[in-house]
Structure formats: C-alpha cells, structure tokens
C-alpha cells in the first residue's frame, strides 16, 4: 500500500485498524506521495474505474468491489452559445459520484477485516456507503439530518443499512456519528479516510481519454471538496506521467447559504470565521466544516482556479433549465449552471461539468 501518514504531526497510518484521525495528535491522514498513474498499468480488461487499480494505492491483497461504477458518459450541449460536456456522474450504481470514492474505501476497509461501520450523511455519500456496504457484507449505520431528501433516506434503507434521522442542521449529524465511534465503532468516514481520493481522481483519467486531453476548465459543486481535491490530484497524476501538459482550471461551486470553502478563498480566516450553516435546497453541499478545507484550497490554487456561490432562488430554476434539456439532476447538482454563467466567457475551454447527482434522489416538500 502506499504510505499514508498524519499530515501534523507524520505520524504513518497503523497496520492495523481504520483510525479517522491521528491517535497523538487528532491530525488528519493522507498520502505522503500520491499514487502514481502509469498509462501502460491501465488494465483494459477490468471493468469501470478499477482498470485504474494500479493508481489506488490498495493493499495488494484487498478485493475489487463492484457494482458498475465508473465509466460514466461525456455529454456536450450547447448553453448560452458555449459548447460545454457535462459529466454524467449520476450513471453512477447508487446516482452519484459517491460510488467511485466508496468503491476503493469499501475495498480498504474489507482489507483490513472490518465488519460494522458509522458515517453521516446528508443523503449521496450515506446512499453510496451503503450500497457498497451490502456488496461487502458490511453491517452498516448512517446517520443523516432528520431533513435529508425523503428518497435517499428511502434508498438507505434498501440497501439494508440501519438510518438514524439526527433533529438539526448537517452538523449535528456529524456530533452525533461520533457517539458511536467513541463505543468502538470503524468511521468509514468519507471526509476524513484518504482512501477513497484515488476513486475520484478516475473521474480525470476518464474525462481525459474521453477529450482526447485536458480540459480548459472544470465546473464542480464543492461541499468538503473531496470531488474537487480528487479530481485536482488526478489531473496533476496525468501531468506527472506525461499525459496531459497541465492541470485544467478547477471552479468550486457552494451555495452562498453555506459557503465556507468560498469565504476562506476570497476572505481568508476572518471569512471563514463569519461563515454560518444556512438551509438550503443543495444540501449535498451543505457542510459547515469542510474536513481538508486547507487541502482543497491549496488545489483550487494550484490550478488558477476559483470558488464561487449561487444564491437560493438561483438554484430551483437552474435544475428546471437543465432537465428541460434532458438532464435530470438534484439541486446540488444544478447549482453548476448559475456559475457557469457568472464565469463562461472569462474561462479556458474546452469547458467541462461535473453533474454530481441524479434528480430522482431529491422529493420537493409541500
């Protein structure tokens, strides 16, 4: 396995056990030196996102878990004139992006002889972790916002894992997950284990093969940023092999009622300070605390990027517009047409959007 180490005080992550944080210092994990892409390596004859096993950095020994992930279309249309492809993430097994990060942690955790494991959710990550749980044999909790979309509470539970609704913003989720991990519970955690960045670094390799290139610019909703921080660490693997020239221009979109990673990019710490966690219809990006908000904004700057908001009445209308094209999507996800249209014509191209979440996951409230 690559060496993954606490990024305070270095501590390397123990051969045993699936601890979320560093034991001496409550630091959070990550990869030392990112795992490496090798063009020749890419094995043809694996299905999905696992013909780029070679990249994940997985134990040897831990099994390929597989539901279909991966491989998800490139579709273009034209909006407002810009030729743009929209990435289909929902044709994910579960109807996110989820898939591709639960797919590997599921792989490591079964590495490592888990059998019951906690994670809060508004809803896409809890979804996928189940869905992946009940391929492993996983016994599985979730704990959501009592408020999280009555479909994905509903698809929770048919994958067989046990929902426990906690009253409360998003936060108080993330509070009560962590009762259980203190009476010894693994946090299969898709925040704060590393495990599953190598799985959303696939979604560069494959926009990549699919353009026959880079991209110019990436538009993607950001709520920890782990997409982001993925996809940024993706590209910069393809750089590092040869493959692509640079990294394209990463744009991550959060909605203005809860914006921290957008506060701390324009405003720095004082702007993250005054951030504070209001509802919103995007609740898949609804994260007060974003676990590796220093990472993710080191990514965005590191590609000339940037992080922009949408305003509330921006959002309904947007998902409206795009399932007017074909396109159904969850408001987390439609949140990417308003940026797109702060930015279009100032940004590189070709243009590139990550659709991170299918519209049949999401019930409007009368």
């Keep these: 396995m690559v060496e993954v180490a606490c990024t305070n005080c270095h501590r390397p992550y123990p051969d045993r056990g699936v601890p979320f944080r560093c034991p001496d210092c ?24 696992w013909r780029y096993r070679h990249s994940f950095g997985l134990p040897e020994d831990a099994p390929q878990i597989y539901l279909g992930e991966g ?6 249309w034209k909006i407002d004139g810009f030729p743009v492809a929209f990435k289909m993430e929902p044709s994910n097994p579960s109807g996110s992006f989820k898939d591709r990060g639960s797919a590997v942690l599921v792989s490591f955790l079964v590495s490592r002889a888990v059998e019951q494991i ?38 929770i539970e048919a994958y067989g894992a046990t929902v426990v609704p906690v009253p409360g913003p998003r ?26 960045l190598p799985g959303y670094a696939t979604a560069a390799y494959e926009i990549v093969e699919q353009l026959g290139g880079s991209p110019g610019t990436l538009i993607v909703p950001a709520g920890h940023g782990n997409f982001l921080l993925g996809l940024v660490r993706g590209f910069k693997a393809l750089v ?8 394209p221009r990463i744009v991550g979109v959060q909605a203005h009622a809860c914006a921290p990673l957008w506060a701390a ?25 974003p676990a590796r908000a220093a990472a993710v904004l080191q990514a965005v700057q590191e590609s000339d990027g940037s992080l922009v908001t949408v305003m509330e009445e921006d959002i309904l209308p947007a998902r ?21 249209r702060q930015l279009a014509s100032s940004i590189p191209k070709p243009i590139v959007i990550l659709l991170t979440g299918s519209g049949l996951k999401h019930r409007e409230i009368n």
């Design 118 to 155: 906690v994670e809060d959710s508004s809803g896409n990550a809890g979804a996928s972790l189940a869905a992946y749980a009940a391929r492993a044999g996983l016994n599985c909790h979730i704990y959501i916002p009592e408020t999280a979309s009555g479909p994905k509470r509903e698809q």
């Design 320 to 340: 409206d517009e795009l399932a007017s094209l074909g396109l159904y999507v969850e408001p987390t996800s439609a949140i990417i047409l308003p940026a797109f």
């Design 26 to 49: 409550a630091g959070l994990f990550d990869f030392i030196d990112l795992p490496a892409f090798d063009l020749k390596r890419v094995e043809l004859k694996r299905p999905g996102l």
């Design 265 to 289: 990019f324009v405003s720095g710490q004082e702007g993250l300070d005054s951030v504070t966690e209001g509802a919103t219809l995007a609740e898949g990006v609804r994260v007060r605390y």
């Design 71 to 76: 491989s998800t279309p490139l579709v273009w």
């Design 240 to 247: 590092q092999a040869g493959v692509i020239r640079q990294i």
């Design 171 to 196: 936060s108080q989720a993330a509070e009560a997950v962590m009762q259980a991990v203190k009476q010894g519970k693994v946090y299969a955690s898709h925040a704060y284990l590393p495990f599953g």
